[in-house]
Nanobody, 124 residues
């Protein structure tokens, strides 16, 4: 099990950037594939992107490809989500999640541990 704490959310204008961080506790962080999800009011939680436990591969939702980048620093037990060219439709609560497996999956049911979420609001 791993405990996750997100930070870095806030209010930004359309076209702006934010970087979210997710700090994990535990000594086995490097054994977890990490994912980012988001949930807007009245909508289902959706996959944003994920990164393998080595950081060697990443996958993204089509809606964020070319704008968002996931990275991780296993020495710091932290995963990041760099969000550029933000749009109002990116407004949501963003969650990081951990999966004790080497494969990124896009369903939230594939992740066993979750952070509390951080709000991202993009104004037009």
């Amino acid at each position: 099990q791993v405990q996750l704490v997100e930070s870095g959310g806030g209010l930004v204008q359309a076209g702006g950037s934010l970087r979210l961080s997710c700090a994990a506790s535990g000594r086995t962080f490097s054994s977890y594939t990490m994912g980012w999800f988001r949930q807007a009011p009245g909508k289902e939680r959706e996959f944003v992107g994920g990164i393998s436990w080595t950081g060697g591969s990443a996958d993204y939702a089509d809606s964020v490809k070319g704008r968002f980048t996931i990275s991780r620093d296993n020495a710091k037990n932290t995963v990041y989500l760099q969000m550029n060219s933000l749009r109002p439709e990116d407004t949501a609560v963003y969650y990081c999640a951990a999966r004790p497996n080497m494969v990124v999956v896009t369903t939230w049911r594939g992740y066993s541990d979750w952070g509390q979420g951080t709000q991202v609001t993009v104004s037009s």
